[in-house]
């Protein structure tokens, strides 16, 4: 981890990417540069994190193409869910996989977490709409998704963990809510593919997912690559916690 002391210095990784850090991120994980036009400015683990998502794009996360386009079919059946599971969609937006998820554990629940209030009530007034009594929304911080100790069996991020502007400790935070030996699935689209038509600081390759999570300390499980943009990793909370 780069240590900083006073000023602005040049990353002493390579001195020559732009990436600077300075006594705002002093002990933190993260170091500062120059932004991208999609991103913040704000790098974890060499990786610049991406602007969130606003509200008003609420339209195309809910366009009639995406399953097609997607297979968010395939990508709801993969998720290995039991009828009692308790999910976590953490960076529901509008709560497009929040309530297909909810109707395969009817006897679980399905916490969805947003940072965008916005969001949040487009998922409440769908839950009255619909009568569902499984989905409990959660406002979770930028650092903290607000979720209860070891009580989730199924964490899932669709597309969302990229713009998290303090993965770091949403990560740990995570960690934490899940039981021991539960699972976090996280899905992004691939870096690795010129041909996927999505922003570069929207997508992330699986080298990078996968060194993300060792940092936290959870254990890689498989990565799959069934849909035919993103590739999908599921992660491990360790049984035994050390
Ligand atoms: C591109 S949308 C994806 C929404 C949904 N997962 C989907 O695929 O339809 C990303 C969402 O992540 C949310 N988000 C960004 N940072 C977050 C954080 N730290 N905690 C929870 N949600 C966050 C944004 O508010 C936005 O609604």
Redesign the pocket.
């Known amino acids: 981890m780069l240590i900083v002391r006073w000023t602005i210095y040049l990353c002493l990784a390579c001195g020559g990417c732009g990436v600077r850090a300075d006594a705002d991120v002093e002990n933190s994980h993260y170091t500062t540069g120059l932004p991208n036009r999609d991103g913040i400015g704000k790098f974890y683990m060499g990786r610049e994190i991406s602007h969130?998502?606003g509200h008003l794009g609420a339209g195309w996360?809910e366009r009639p193409e995406r399953e097609r386009q997607e297979r968010t079919d395939l990508l709801i059946a993969g998720l290995g869910l039991s009828e009692d599971f308790v999910v976590a969609d953490?960076?529901?937006?509008?709560g497009?996989?929040t309530f297909p998820v909810a109707q395969r554990v009817p006897r679980g629940k399905v916490f969805s977490?947003?940072?965008?209030p916005e969001?949040l009530a487009r998922i409440a007034r769908r839950k009255a709409l619909k009568n569902v009594t499984n989905v409990e929304t959660v406002l979770?911080a930028?650092d903290d998704?607000k979720l209860p100790d070891n009580e989730i069996d199924l964490a899932f991020i669709?597309?969302?963990y990229h713009?998290?502007?303090?993965p770091r400790e949403?990560g740990e935070r995570l960690k934490e809510s899940l039981k021991p030996g539960g699972q976090l699935v996280l899905v992004e689209y691939r870096a690795e593919d010129p041909r996927v038509p999505i922003k570069r600081l929207h997508k992330m390759s699986e080298v990078q997912v996968k060194q993300e999570m060792a940092a936290i300390g959870l254990d890689w499980v498989r990565t799959e690559s069934y849909l035919p943009q993103q590739h999908v990793l599921t992660f491990q909370k360790p049984r035994a916690q050390p």
């Open positions: 969130v998502m996360l953490i960076g529901a937006g509008t497009y996989f977490v947003d940072i965008q969001m979770g930028e998704p669709v597309d969302a713009e998290f502007s303090f949403m």
